[in-house]
């Protein structure tokens, strides 16, 4: 939240025009800002990940911060919305959710008669449907 100094010296929250508080968003860490910070290179930090584990927990936690940073931040409108999910597929592990169904279809030259019927029966529904809609 912003905040001012008033004539009385305390320190209070800035408010917009309908009197609700301004909100800052976090600063993002970042791998690339701490790498800069301690006088690094960033394949310098995903080396320390692979050879150091309390450093790579450290690096798992600071991900887990990011996460909830982009996610508060992202729900309170501090972020443009494309910004905030291309930051959120690419920076952390949060996904477009897709359910995918796999069937395995014999080629039409093994199926018996009855199974052909079937096959024919379920086509032709199918269609009939798609093209009612």
């Known amino acids: 939240m912003a905040t001012k100094v008033d004539e009385e010296g305390s320190e209070v929250p800035v ?3 309908h009197g609700n508080p301004v909100l800052i968003p976090c600063k993002f860490p970042t791998k690339e800002g ?31 911060i990011q996460k909830d940073i982009l996610i508060q931040n992202g729900l309170l409108g501090n972020y443009e919305k494309t910004f905030a999910i291309f930051v959120a ?13 796999v069937t395995e ?9 009855e199974e ?9 529904t199918a269609a009939a449907s798609s093209s009612a809609s």
């Open 116 to 124: 052909l019927n079937a096959e024919i029966e379920r086509r032709l």
């Open 34 to 64: 701490f790498a800069r910070k301690v006088g690094v290179c960033r394949d310098t930090i995903h080396e320390w990940e692979k050879t150091y584990p309390e450093f790579s927990d450290a690096i798992k936690k600071a991900e887990t």
């Open 15 to 17: 408010l917009d025009k």
């Open 89 to 101: 597929k690419n920076v952390t592990d949060m996904r477009d959710k897709q359910e995918l169904s």
């Open 105 to 113: 279809e014999k080629p039409t030259e093994q199926l018996s008669d």
